[in-house]
């Protein structure tokens, strides 16, 4: 049976099979990282709704600007669901949904992370987050009040976050990280 090589990583050749095994292994990596990065690196409490602000989203972007779509797509709702889950379960649901959407802006089709679509990504991002919970906060609440409150919890979340992805992902650019380990 013969082996057919897809992509050169590094100084070797990359099978199919080795791709797969490799964007698998990176989305649990990035999953995990967001979850801690959510539930408890950077968390702060705020408001009565249990809500938070957190720089998880950061790595949200940033597995979406590194791995294909559907494995960004699954680390986005592992991570940011199993840190709910750990800190404010009757959110999670809907942080799975919404975690998903704020990584379809943007792009991993790149040779670096911080792009200008990936930085108008963020804005995006801020845009979904905040309606997403906004819609989800009326459905736990039943008030239109909360369209306030989830409004500017996003931005300060999202505007942290956006800058956090652009420093960290400047560095990455700087070490070449993904023309070394994801092309």
Not at 94 to 121: D, G, Q
Request: include cysteine; hydrophobic fraction near 50%; charge should be positive.
């Amino acid at each position: 049976m013969r082996t057919q090589t897809v992509a050169k990583v590094g100084n070797r050749k990359e099978t199919a099979k080795d791709s797969n095994v490799r964007y698998l292994a990176m989305t649990g990596i990035m999953a995990a990282l967001i979850t801690v990065m959510t539930a408890y690196i950077c968390h702060v409490p705020v408001g009565v709704n249990g809500g938070y602000i957190h720089f998880g989203d950061s790595l949200i972007y940033l597995a979406a600007t590194l791995l294909p779509t559907p494995y960004a797509l699954a680390a986005a709702a592992i991570g940011g669901g199993m840190a709910d889950l750990l800190t404010a379960p009757m959110w999670a649901p809907a942080t799975i949904i919404i975690k998903m959407l704020i990584t379809i802006p943007f792009t991993n089709k790149s040779t670096k992370i911080v792009t200008t679509r990936n930085v108008i990504a963020t804005v995006i991002a801020y845009f979904i987050s905040g309606f997403g919970y906004f819609l989800a906060g009326y459905l736990l609440t039943g008030t239109w009040s909360v369209l306030l409150v989830s409004m500017s919890q996003s931005l300060i979340q999202s505007s942290g976050s956006a800058v956090f992805f652009v420093i960290l992902g400047r560095a990455l650019d700087k070490a070449q990280v993904k023309n070394k380990f994801f092309k």
